[in-house]
């Protein structure tokens, strides 16, 4: 293998034409960094904390998250790691939050929105990422999941810089959200689109199962528009927009995500080189034209087909 094959298996990710797309992973816990080595993932685009509070009764103490979030920094120093505070609820439910059960636990006091009952667990978590970064090499953005309205995120922001971290984001998870990017955008640092919470709620299709796949595929126009609001808002600001839900991991629409102004795709490890390959094989140019076909495409079939 010449040096310009291993260039195309372990450099940054792009388009054809060197159009960038950082390439990253989604991790749980610092068990998953070497996967996400091995695969060449530029950073992590998704550490999903929920892990350490999972089955508990009481809240891990700071110095308890210290450790778990220094690990997985430590391991990536030098490289960027978006962090995503606790994304618990009804329908992930943690013991220590002792919430109510509700009707429509996907629809109640989740992500973000915990934070309104029992703020002290954000502002915990938040003090103990700050604390963790302080002690390591790795570049940390810090989002927050389930967030609606441009007050959450301007709240939000406030709390992350008030714990002395640099970088705030928002997921964009709930259609409301996604309407909103460009003022989003300019209260906090760069959004992440889960897409798929954000099919779920959009085509109102419990992603937890059932029939309803057809309506959750993310070759959905509908979908692939209010992505491109929020590509569109990234582009006018000049901030990062990405995708960390399962949509980043399909090769054949990560030229399209690209060309919706996506700048980075985060997924599994081992779903990252087919991306890569993919994405090589397009031009910017030619990325924006499949976008610009796929999300006036008659449906997601119609979308898909448009790759060959
Ligand atoms: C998403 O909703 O797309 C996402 C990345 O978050 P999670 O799958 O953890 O809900
Ligand atoms: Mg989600």
């Known amino acids: 293998v010449g040096s ?6 372990t450099g940054p990710g792009g388009t054809s034409d060197g159009a960038p797309v950082r390439l990253l992973a989604n991790v749980g816990s610092v068990r998953d960094v070497p996967a996400a080595d091995r695969a060449h993932a530029e950073g992590i685009g998704l550490f999903r904390t929920e892990l350490l509070f999972l089955g508990r009764t009481s809240e891990p103490s700071r110095g308890e998250q210290v ?5 997985v920094f430590r391991a990536m120093a030098g490289r960027r790691v978006v962090i995503r505070t606790l994304d618990a609820g ?3 439910p943690l013991p220590f939050l002792h919430q109510d059960e509700e009707p429509n636990p996907a629809l109640g006091i989740r992500g973000l929105r ?27 953005w810090v989002m927050a999941p389930m967030v609606s ?8 922001a406030a709390a992350v810089y008030e ?31 889960g897409t798929n919470d954000l099919s779920q709620y959009a085509f109102a299709a419990d992603r937890s199962g059932g029939d309803l796949a057809d309506l959750l595929d993310p070759w959905q ?13 990234g582009r006018e600001t000049g901030k990062p927009v990405g995708v960390c839900g399962e949509a980043a991991a399909d090769p054949r629409l990560a030229p399209v995500l690209a060309g919706l102004g996506v700048s980075s795709l985060s997924m599994s490890p081992r779903a990252l080189p087919g991306v890569r390959a993919s994405l090589a094989r397009y031009s910017y140019t030619e990325c924006r034209r499949l976008a610009e076909l796929a999300v006036v495409a008659p449906d997601a079939a119609s979308a898909r087909d448009l790759i060959g």
Do not use: N
């Open 163 to 193: 714990a002395g971290l640099p970088k705030a984001g928002v997921m964009i998870e709930v259609p409301a959200a996604a309407l909103r990017a460009a003022e989003l955008l300019r209260a906090v640092d760069f959004l992440s689109i």
């Open 4 to 9: 310009a094959g291993d260039e195309a298996i």
């Open 221 to 233: 126009p509908a979908l692939l528009r209010l992505i491109e609001i929020c590509g569109d808002a």
């Open 149 to 156: 309205t441009l007050t959450e995120a301007t709240e939000f």
């Open 114 to 140: 915990v934070a309104r009952r029992r703020p002290g667990v954000l502002t915990t978590q938040l003090a103990a990422i700050a604390d963790a970064a302080a002690e390591c090499g790795a570049e940390v």
């Open 67 to 71: 450790a778990a979030y220094r690990d």
């Open 90 to 92: 009804a329908d992930k």
